[in-house]
């Protein structure tokens, strides 16, 4: 199978050649980029030294991209993908899109919290396998979720499909490492700002927020209050997220954990662990680990899930979605362990 990467310089799109040159199944024809054309990919991925030899990176032609690739990995930033995707897909592609372009089912909550949409009929399937399996089997494009989202989403998912907990004060406080800003140089970013700090920041307006709140309405059925707020913690990979809601009727830290087994049974990727997830039992790896813990008075339950940001929160699931779309084993391509210490 052909595959193309466009934004290949990136650390998402380092992450998509890295497992894309040991997938049993892949061929990587193109790695393309609007920025850094010509530039080696040694140079940019210095981890990939001695197997990506002198290839550099191409200039997007997007229609002959779309002709020659059977899937094309968008790992762009947002207002990319909505520019060329449709030339893409008339060339016969099938395109998994990392930005937010086509996450969103009404264009307008995407122009509110990022920019006026340039490709409004294009429509994707949310590239959550673990709640759109069947859809993305058929997809020709498919939106890869965000980092955020993803932990966030698989975090509350099983109780507010069965509506045990209160849907109108769900809270889910995110921790991440400086990864998931990007490749990009920003003050607050350099380590002696970063290094040996934590903050929150968009507290209550995050570009995410939307995107986990339209799937949890989803699951729900009907509308949910969603307060959501996102840190930077001085670690390069990881999302560590703490979600609070409150439950309709007590309930014992066994039967949830129950109703987690039952809703991710047979899941590849989700594991539902008897204590709370640390970033280092995921950081390496395409799993989201899950846990919980009840308050004594059985009303209360925190559920905290952890993944990779690059990973199960961009490159990875991009992959897995890849597999399911074209056939393949789900976790073809994604057997790595995690890495602990």
Same mark, same amino acid.
């Given at each position: 199978?052909?595959?193309?990467?466009? !934004? &290949?310089? $990136?650390?998402?799109?380092? *992450?998509?050649?890295?497992?894309?040159?040991?997938?049993? %199944?892949?061929? /990587? @024809?193109?790695?393309?980029?609007?920025?850094?054309?010509?530039?080696?990919?040694?140079?940019?991925?210095?981890?990939?030294? !001695? &197997?990506? $030899?002198?290839?550099?990176? *191409?200039?997007?032609?997007?229609?002959?991209?779309?002709? %020659?690739?059977? /899937? @094309?990995?968008?790992?762009?930033?947002?207002?990319?993908?909505?520019?060329?995707?449709?030339?893409?897909?008339?060339?016969?592609?099938?395109?998994?899109?990392?930005?937010?372009?086509?996450?969103?089912?009404?264009?307008?909550?995407? %122009?509110?919290?990022?920019?006026?949409?340039?490709?409004?009929?294009?429509?994707?399937?949310?590239?959550?396998?673990?709640?759109?399996?069947?859809?993305?089997?058929?997809?020709?494009?498919?939106?890869?979720?965000?980092?955020?989202?993803?932990?966030?989403?698989?975090?509350?998912?099983?109780?507010?499909?069965?509506?045990?907990?209160?849907?109108?004060?769900?809270?889910?406080?995110?921790?991440?490492?400086?990864?998931?800003?990007?490749?990009?140089?920003?003050?607050?970013?350099?380590?002696?700002?970063?290094?040996?700090?934590?903050?929150?920041?968009?507290?209550?307006?995050?570009?995410?927020?939307?995107?986990?709140?339209?799937?949890?309405?989803?699951?729900?059925?009907?509308?949910?209050?969603?307060?959501?707020?996102?840190?930077?913690?001085?670690?390069?990979?990881?999302?560590?997220?703490?979600?609070?809601?409150?439950?309709?009727?007590?309930?014992?830290?066994?039967?949830?954990?129950?109703?987690?087994?039952?809703?991710?049974?047979?899941?590849?990727?989700?594991?539902?662990?008897?204590?709370?997830?640390?970033?280092?039992?995921?950081?390496?790896?395409?799993?989201?680990?899950?846990?919980?813990?009840?308050?004594?008075?059985?009303?209360?339950?925190?559920?905290?899930?952890?993944?990779?940001?690059?990973?199960?929160?961009?490159?990875?699931?991009?992959?897995?979605?890849?597999?399911?779309?074209?056939?393949?084993?789900?976790?073809?391509?994604?057997?790595?362990?995690?890495?602990?210490?």
């Amino acid at each position: 199978m052909k595959a193309s990467i466009v !934004g &290949v310089a $990136g650390y998402t799109g380092g *992450e998509l050649l890295r497992i894309l040159l040991r997938h049993p %199944e892949t061929e /990587v @024809v193109g790695v393309f980029g609007e920025e850094h054309v010509g530039a080696r990919l040694a140079s940019l991925h210095p981890q990939l030294s !001695g &197997v990506v $030899g002198e290839r550099r990176v *191409e200039k997007p032609d997007y229609g002959k991209i779309g002709s %020659e690739s059977d /899937v @094309v990995f968008m790992a762009t930033p947002n207002g990319v993908a909505m520019r060329v995707v449709p030339k893409i897909l008339e060339g016969g592609a099938r395109v998994v899109d990392l930005s937010a372009d086509y996450r969103f089912k009404d264009v307008k909550v995407y %122009e509110k919290y990022y920019t006026k949409h340039e490709s409004p009929h294009v429509r994707g399937v949310y590239g959550l396998p673990e709640l759109y399996r069947e859809e993305i089997r058929k997809a020709t494009l498919i939106a890869n979720p965000g980092c955020y989202p993803t932990a966030a989403i698989l975090a509350l998912a099983p109780l507010v499909k069965e509506r045990m907990v209160e849907l109108d004060r769900l809270v889910v406080d995110a921790l991440s490492g400086t990864s998931g800003a990007g490749r990009g140089l920003r003050e607050g970013l350099h380590h002696p700002l970063c290094g040996e700090n934590a903050s929150a920041y968009s507290a209550t307006t995050h570009r995410h927020l939307p995107e986990i709140k339209q799937e949890l309405e989803r699951l729900a059925d009907g509308k949910v209050g969603l307060h959501f707020t996102p840190h930077l913690i001085p670690v390069v990979r990881g999302i560590l997220c703490t979600a609070h809601a409150f439950l309709k009727e007590e309930r014992s830290k066994e039967e949830l954990l129950n109703v987690y087994r039952k809703f991710y049974s047979g899941e590849p990727f989700v594991r539902v662990v008897e204590g709370l997830p640390e970033l280092n039992y995921v950081v390496g790896s395409n799993y989201c680990d899950i846990g919980l813990e009840v308050s004594e008075d059985g009303k209360w339950v925190v559920i905290v899930s952890a993944i990779d940001n690059l990973l199960k929160g961009g490159s990875g699931q991009a992959v897995q979605n890849m597999n399911l779309r074209f056939g393949l084993k789900e976790t073809m391509g994604l057997e790595a362990l995690p890495m602990r210490p």
